[in-house]
């Protein structure tokens, strides 16, 4: 079954049919139109999977997708036109340019966290590379993938792109097929698996992944601000985001204020009892609820902690006083459970993170520009939001992904474009000047070797035009005039 749908997108794909911009821009606008006139059922879609009330859908999910459609839409003609680059003195009379051109079908396997923007925003850029795609929601958020494979083949053409439902086997089944790429969002162990199946066929990968992403809290900075930024990125969608903050470091002096300023927040945000706000939302199920909650184990609530199985709830809960070797320090918590580790300076906390795995996103919460600079210095991440938390993720011309652990590959705007896309070398000669390839031709000669090295050490500008001709022009009148002193003498 699987390996009939990856075999007719490929012949489709082969005839040629998304090549032109058109075509793609026809389907990114059948996109578009999909999303507006079904936002209503992708809400509620969303709150039948996490609860998630309407808005928290737009900022967080259908914005963006937006954002990449138009961009795509405009700019997509400049992405996909060749682009000229530097030459050396050898090639100074060809064509040379980088073309993109798409890299066949991509398999694009997304999560259940947000299962619209994992799916939609990749295939955004799959389609304006002009691939074909299979695209595989999670199996989690079921009436979302439902939704999809209802909805998404009466807007796209059914014989490029294509949305295959299931779970793990589903899923295994499509990774024993031949995909040009696969682009993958989920967890660590999962991915490793995804890689090890694209190996067997070559198949490059892109690996969205998660991790513990830590957030310090210098003393230095206006702490309430820095908590009610922390407990918008933490709290909102459950905790259930890639990009939240794991966990807080900060020095003991200032832990309890922090604690108090979240509690503040909290109360802003989700009122008395966070369970009857409509803007909180509920673990994906009862196996992740279980998972989450045994992480609280050993540890000191300081707020929080109330929760509810039969409705998948569990209340914003901070963690004080939490140690290094605790269990909810050994994995990415994925839920609201926010643990503050106490450091005793800078240093400590830059220690800290670069003991563990390269994390998605590293926060810093400081007004102290050398603090700030050592912790962008001294650490690794995917990528950094200084003083907030999520917003590099919202730039579409910053390039999202992950490092080490947390993922390889990138994408937003044009970033998925390029991804998504071989960046094909071309080099475009004619039959003139042969005598000049005498260089390279046997029998070689050390003469011969110092030409070959004069035109291909001395690089050019990229155009193409008038400064390669005068660079030619010039050297033809210095042999010339050489050449008549010669005759002169
Ligand atoms: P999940 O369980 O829905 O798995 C993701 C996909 O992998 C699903 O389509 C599922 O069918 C498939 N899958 C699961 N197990 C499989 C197996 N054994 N073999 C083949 N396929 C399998 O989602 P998840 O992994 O729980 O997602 C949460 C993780 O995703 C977190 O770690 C989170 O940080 C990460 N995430 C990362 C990003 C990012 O952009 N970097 C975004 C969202 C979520």
Redo the contacts with the bound molecule.
């Keep these: 079954m699987e390996k009939q749908v990856v075999d007719g997108l490929r012949e489709v794909f082969q005839s040629g049919r998304s090549r032109p911009l058109q075509y793609r821009k026809q389907q990114l606008r059948a996109l578009h139109r999909f999303i507006t006139e079904h936002q209503a059922d992708i809400e509620q879609s969303l709150k039948q999977d996490l609860h998630r009330d309407i808005y928290t859908t737009s900022i967080f999910e259908l914005i963006g997708i937006e954002n990449d459609i138009k961009l795509a839409e405009s700019d997509m003609a400049d992405w996909a036109a060749p682009q000229h680059v530097k030459k050396n003195l050898n090639s100074a009379l060809d064509e040379v340019y980088i073309k993109p051109e798409p890299l066949g079908v991509v398999l694009i396997?997304?999560?259940?966290?947000?299962?619209w923007?994992?799916i939609l925003q990749p295939l955004v850029g799959a389609i304006a590379a002009g691939n074909a795609a299979v695209v595989?929601?999670?199996?989690?958020?079921e009436h979302s993938a439902r939704l999809m494979k209802e909805l998404l083949p009466l807007y796209l053409d059914k014989e490029m792109y294509q949305v295959v439902t299931?779970?793990?086997p589903?899923?295994?089944e499509?990774?024993k097929q031949r995909f040009d790429h696969i682009f993958?969002?989920?967890?660590?162990?999962?991915?490793k698996?995804?890689m090890e199946?694209a190996a067997r066929h070559l198949t490059p990968v892109t690996?969205?992944?998660?991790?513990k992403s830590p957030c310090y809290i210098d003393k230095n900075c206006d702490i309430a601000v820095a908590c009610r930024r922390i407990t918008w990125g933490k709290f909102a969608n459950c905790g259930?985001?890639?990009?939240a903050p794991d966990y807080i470091l900060c020095e003991p002096s200032i832990q309890d204020r922090i604690v108090k300023e979240i509690q503040k927040t909290l109360q802003e945000f989700y009122k008395e009892d966070p369970k009857s706000s409509p803007d909180y939302c509920r673990i994906?199920n009862t196996r992740?609820f279980d998972r989450v909650l045994s992480l609280m184990n050993e540890c000191t609530i300081a707020l929080g902690g109330e929760n509810d199985r039969s409705q998948c709830y569990i209340a914003p809960t901070v963690l004080k006083d939490v140690l290094p070797h605790f269990k909810i320090m050994q994995e990415?918590i994925?839920g609201p459970l926010l643990p503050i580790i106490t450091v005793n300076d800078l240093s400590e906390a830059i220690n800290f993170i670069n003991k563990r795995e390269k994390p998605?996103a590293v926060y810093v919460f400081s007004s102290d520009k050398t603090a700030i600079k050592r912790m962008l210095t001294e650490t690794s991440s995917?990528g950094v939001t200084v003083n907030d938390v999520l917003m590099h993720?919202t730039v579409n011309s910053l390039p999202?992904?992950?490092v080490g652990n947390?993922?390889m590959g990138k994408?937003h705007g044009k970033h998925t474009f390029d991804q998504l896309s071989h960046h094909r070398s071309c080099v475009i000669r004619s039959f003139a000047m042969e005598s000049l390839n005498d260089a390279r031709y046997p029998p070689l000669t050390a003469a011969r070797l110092s030409k070959a090295k004069f035109f291909l050490q001395h690089q050019l500008c990229s155009c193409n035009g008038v400064c390669v001709w005068a660079v030619i022009a010039t050297i033809l009148a210095i042999g010339l005039l050489v050449g008549l002193i010669v005759v002169l003498i």
């Design positions: 396997i997304g999560t259940w966290n947000y299962p923007a994992m595989k929601p999670s199996e989690m958020s299931g779970g793990v589903e899923t295994q499509l990774l993958y969002t989920g967890n660590s162990p999962v991915g698996l995804v199946a690996l969205e992944l998660g991790g259930q985001t890639c990009l994906i992740h990415e994925f998605l995917g993720y999202f992904g992950g947390s993922g994408y």
